[in-house]
């Protein structure tokens, strides 16, 4: 069974850019997050979606914002780069939202940096 | 907001050496996760918790959750050179539609 996958591995940008990432979640799984780890830090929540629909947000700003495809993989979109935007953004997966939620088995991220 | 505190936040033993290493929160968690991240990687799921008083036990590792299902521990036996990377602890919380990650403990095992 193939894992989470994310892309690209490694993104470089200026600031003021736009970066786009992406996530394809495990077979059958209908949940994807996001989440940001800056270096040396813990997981900070970023997004949560479910079947398509946004169903929780973390507190970023709005130019964090992504989606989630019809075969449940999703993007993450962030607008007007800044420094420090730069960090490690992962993306996991989960099973159908049950009695508490489902596990989350993560994708290996992407390193986003910011120049 | 729930928040969940680990420690120690960083951990240097000898192989051989035992640890423990802990994950405390005012919140009450419907279950509580428990990952090992290795550098350039992603976080890989040990184990879930989810009675209160629950011990699971996955080779040389031991996890514990809380009667009350507010913390967790995690004993290591015996600690290799391999279980070198970064613990985090997650714990579940359906009425707020997420997963709350702590801050990890790095631990470091030298041969």
């Known amino acids: 069974e193939a894992g989470v996958t994310q892309s690209p591995t490694h993104l470089i940008k200026t600031r003021g850019q736009q970066a786009t990432l992406r996530c394809s979640p495990i077979?059958?799984?209908?949940?994807v997050y996001w989440y940001q780890q800056a270096l040396g830090l813990g997981l900070q929540f970023l997004l949560w979606?479910?079947?398509?629909?946004?169903?929780n947000r973390g507190n970023f700003p709005p130019r964090f914002s992504g989606r989630q495809f019809p075969n449940y993989s999703s993007e993450l979109n962030v607008n007007a780069l800044e420094l420090e935007d730069s960090a490690l953004y992962l993306c996991?997966?989960?099973?159908?939202?049950?009695?508490?939620?489902?596990?989350?088995?993560f994708g290996d991220g992407t390193r986003l940096s910011i120049l | 907001t729930q928040l969940l505190e680990q420690s120690p936040q960083f951990l240097s033993i000898q192989e051989g050496e035992n640890l423990t290493v802990y994950c405390n929160s005012s919140?009450?968690?419907?279950?509580l996760q428990w990952y090992r991240q290795e550098p350039g990687e992603g976080p890989v799921l040990l184990v879930t918790?989810?009675?209160?008083?629950e011990v699971k036990k996955l080779k040389r590792l031991t996890f514990q959750f809380g009667d009350a299902r507010k913390d967790s521990s995690l004993h290591i036996t015996a600690a290799q050179p391999g279980d070198t990377g970064l613990y985090l602890c997650?714990?579940?919380?359906?009425?707020?539609?997420?997963?709350?990650f702590g801050d990890g403990t790095t631990l470091t095992v030298k041969p």
């Open positions: 996991a997966s989960s099973l159908v939202l049950g009695q508490g939620l489902r596990p989350q088995h």
């Open positions: 077979s059958g799984h209908t949940s």
């Open positions: 979606y479910d079947e398509g629909e946004e169903r």
């Open positions: 919140s009450v968690f419907s279950s």
């Open positions: 918790v989810v009675t209160g008083g």
């Open positions: 997650a714990g579940a919380n359906p009425n707020a539609g997420k997963s709350t």
